[in-house]
């Protein structure tokens, strides 16, 4: 299948920086790239679809000012969590649409101290 | 706007057993519907997947059913292996081509 890489795996940062995430497909080009949010022991929560050349979607609830999306290039995607916050500990993880398929990066855990 | 949902929430079998989960699914409109497998801290992996024109795909021991009309689909897995123990999450695609999960079912295989 499709490759699709994420860096950090993990990040430990203090209450108040922010923290970037990178997205990338490695083997395919994608004009879309999916973040999602997930607690432990839950499902995977979509926070906003990200959109090659312009504005990123974001679903409902999600603070579009907190979470910068930027889909620069066909293979880059990345998520910039400002100021961060203890509440914003979490598993970040993102995917990108070969097709109809859905592949996923291998997640980053986030831990705001 | 989509909503799955996923039966049961854990699932304990003998290894060599069956396991069967069960998801159903709103919008009538979905026509994809894939099956993922997730273990701890990793990333989703899909394992199998089903488009609306098709009753039934197998692919060695794991198969997923679907029934249209009811709107719901099950992934099969048999003679379960202790390898096969994960979270295992199912997936409709909607408008604009986002997948909308259920809220998975731990699969636990004992030896």
């Known amino acids: 299948g499709a490759v699709v890489s994420q860096h950090p795996s993990w990040v430990i940062c203090k209450s108040g920086t922010s923290v970037k995430i990178e997205c990338r497909s490695l083997d395919f080009q994608a004009t879309t790239m999916f973040w999602y949010r997930q607690f432990p022991k839950q499902s995977l929560m979509l926070m906003a679809t990200s959109n090659e050349g312009s504005k990123a979607t974001y679903e409902q609830g999600v603070e579009k000012d907190k979470f910068l999306i930027n889909h620069a290039s066909l293979t880059l995607s990345t998520l910039t969590v400002t100021s961060a916050h203890p509440e914003d500990s979490s598993f970040y993880i993102c995917s990108a649409s070969a097709g109809e398929k859905l592949f996923f990066g291998s997640g980053t855990q986030l831990s705001v101290l | 706007g989509e909503n799955v949902e996923q039966h049961p929430s854990t699932l304990s079998v003998q290894e060599g057993d069956s396991a069967v989960i069960k998801c159903t699914y709103s919008?009538?409109?979905?026509?994809?519907f894939p099956w993922y497998k997730q273990e701890l801290g990793k990333r989703p992996q899909l394992i199998i997947d089903i488009r609306s024109n098709v009753g039934e795909k197998k692919d060695q021991r794991i198969a997923v059913t679907l029934n249209k009309t009811a709107k719901h689909f099950s992934l099969h897995i048999t003679e379960t292996q202790p390898e096969d123990s994960a979270v295992y999450f199912c997936a409709a695609l909607e408008y604009g081509n986002k997948l909308v999960f259920g809220a998975g079912t731990i699969l636990r295989v004992k030896s």
């Open positions: 919008d009538s409109a979905s026509n994809y």
